[in-house]
């Protein structure tokens, strides 16, 4: 299932909880405001989630994520059992990639 926030698709929100959810949106807004700025004609994001149960109730969550712009695609991909950790890492690889693309 595919939830559409701005130009976001975020695969795989359904199997989350509501808390989880909410730091999905929180942190790809956050994130996709930066994005924007440092590539002007962003095309889209996509970001592909999923959680797997690994011991007991903890839950290890795989981030995939692809930016695309008009001249270079962005990928990167990170897994954590922290939600929120595995977004951070994501995105910040991708931003990584931007600043090295489009600022030297």
Excluded: C
């Excluded at 559409?4 to 405001?33: P, S």
């Excluded at 712009?69 to 910040?92: V, Y």
Aim: net charge positive.
């Amino acid at each position: 299932m595919m939830i559409h926030m701005e130009q976001i698709k975020i695969i795989g929100i359904k199997e989350l909880d509501d808390k989880e959810v909410e730091t999905v949106n929180r942190l790809a807004k956050e994130y996709y405001g930066k994005i924007q700025r440092a590539i002007k004609n962003l095309t889209s994001v996509v970001m592909h989630i999923k959680s797997y149960e690994k011991t007991g109730n903890r839950k290890k969550y795989s981030v995939s994520l692809k930016v695309v712009a008009p001249t270079r695609t962005f990928d990167s991909k990170a897994a954590e059992w922290e939600l929120a950790k595995a977004l951070h890492m994501a995105f910040n690889k991708v931003e990584r990639m931007i600043e090295h693309r489009f600022h030297d």
